[in-house]
C-alpha cells in the first residue's frame, strides 16, 4: 500500500525556520500532484499548499504564503516544505498528502494518501 512518511519537525523559537521532508513509497509522485496540509489541537486540517507535478507551479494558502517554499524530487520520489519566519500560531502537525486531481486543491477530502505527520512546534 502507498506510504507516505513525513520527517524534520521539531521545537523551534519564533521566527526560526524548519524544512519538513516526505518520502513516498510504493507511489510514484512523478505526474501527480502533491500537498501540505497541517492541523492544530482543535482546529480542522488545514491546507498549507500544493505543488504540481512538474515541481514548477505551486498554490499556497494565504496564512503562509511567503513564509513557506514547497518543492520536489521525482527521481527522488520526495517532498519538501521550508518553514521560515515561523510563528507560535504555525504550531501544528504538518502532512503530506498525494493523490488529487486537482492541482490547485487545498480540500483535504481531494486527496486519497496521507502521512502520518511529523509535528511542529514554535514557540513565542
Known amino acids: 500500500q502507498v506510504q507516505l512518511v513525513e520527517s524534520g519537525g521539531g521545537s523551534v523559537q519564533a521566527g526560526g525556520s524548519l524544512r519538513l521532508s516526505c518520502v513516498a513509497s510504493r507511489y ?3 505526474g501527480n ?3 501540505w496540509f ?3 489541537p482543535g482546529k480542522e486540517r488545514e491546507g498549507v499548499g500544493t ?4 515541481g514548477l507551479v505551486t498554490y499556497y494558502a494565504d496564512s503562509v504564503r511567503g513564509r513557506v517554499t514547497i ?7 520526495t517532498m519538501s516544505l521550508q518553514l521560515f519566519g515561523l510563528k507560535p500560531e504555525d504550531t501544528a502537525m504538518y502532512y503530506c498528502a498525494a493523490g488529487s486531481t ?5 480540500n483535504a477530502a ?3 494518501y ?9 514557540s513565542s
Do not use: E, H
Open 28 to 30: 510514484t509522485i512523478s
Open 33 to 35: 500532484c502533491m500537498a
Open 38 to 40: 497541517r492541523q492544530a
Open 51 to 54: 505543488i504540481y507535478p512538474g
Open 71 to 77: 518543492d520536489r524530487d521525482n527521481a527522488k520520489n
Open 102 to 106: 486537482y492541482c490547485d486543491s487545498l
Open 110 to 112: 481531494d486527496f486519497p
Open 114 to 122: 496521507w502521512g502520518q505527520g511529523t509535528q511542529v512546534t514554535v
